[in-house]
């Protein structure tokens, strides 16, 4: 439903005044830019300080990514999420989804990309030089069925 101050279904004003506070607080610039790349019927916002990477459909926040390396911190049942090795993070999910039976809560995606449905968290990766660190992408649960569709294809691609 929400990652720190931002919650699916915001328009792009309310994500801007919730990321400002955010900005204030840690001495960055929370401004919003429209990603130049962005086409068709989802949007792409791009906040470069803050390391956010926000997908918005009919004026209303439907994806949220976390850069692996100058993202914030996000935290799920206490565990970070962002930045982390993936096979460290995915042994959790598994532990975490086997503790959850008799519905294991965990999915893999295409090229083993795992999900879980309860945290709304799909951990992707992005390179730091030779390493592949965690990138989580946050979408609500209507978007779990069909994800890939859901946000644009460059979401998906791994950065560098």
Same mark, same amino acid.
């Given at each position: 439903?929400?990652? =720190?101050?931002?919650?699916?279904?915001?328009?792009?004003?309310?994500?801007?005044?919730?990321?400002?506070?955010? @900005? @204030? /607080?840690?001495?960055?610039?929370?401004?919003?830019?429209?990603?130049?790349?962005?086409?068709?019927?989802? /949007?792409?916002?791009?906040?470069?300080?803050?390391?956010?990477?926000?997908?918005?459909? =009919?004026?209303?926040?439907?994806?949220?990514?976390?850069?692996?390396?100058?993202?914030?911190?996000?935290?799920?049942?206490?565990? @970070?999420?962002?930045?982390?090795?993936?096979?460290?993070? /995915?042994?959790?999910?598994?532990?975490?989804?086997? @503790?959850?039976?008799?519905?294991?809560?965990? %999915?893999?995606?295409?090229?083993?990309?795992?999900?879980?449905? %309860?945290?709304?968290?799909?951990?992707?990766?992005?390179?730091?030089?030779?390493?592949?660190?965690?990138?989580?992408?946050?979408?609500?649960?209507?978007?779990? /069925?069909?994800?890939?569709?859901?946000?644009?294809?460059?979401?998906?691609?791994?950065?560098?």
């Amino acid at each position: 439903m929400s990652v =720190g101050p931002l919650r699916f279904g915001m328009s792009p004003d309310e994500v801007a005044k919730a990321l400002s506070v955010v @900005a @204030a /607080e840690t001495g960055r610039d929370g401004g919003l830019r429209r990603d130049p790349g962005s086409t068709g019927a989802i /949007e792409v916002r791009v906040c470069d300080d803050l390391g956010l990477l926000l997908c918005f459909a =009919g004026e209303r926040l439907r994806g949220i990514v976390v850069d692996a390396l100058c993202g914030p911190q996000v935290h799920g049942e206490g565990r @970070a999420l962002v930045g982390q090795v993936p096979s460290v993070l /995915e042994r959790w999910l598994f532990d975490r989804a086997q @503790a959850r039976e008799p519905d294991p809560d965990l %999915t893999y995606l295409t090229a083993g990309v795992p999900c879980s449905e %309860t945290l709304g968290v799909i951990v992707n990766v992005q390179r730091a030089g030779d390493h592949l660190l965690t990138r989580p992408v946050f979408i609500p649960a209507e978007g779990l /069925e069909g994800m890939y569709y859901f946000l644009p294809e460059r979401v998906w691609a791994i950065p560098h």
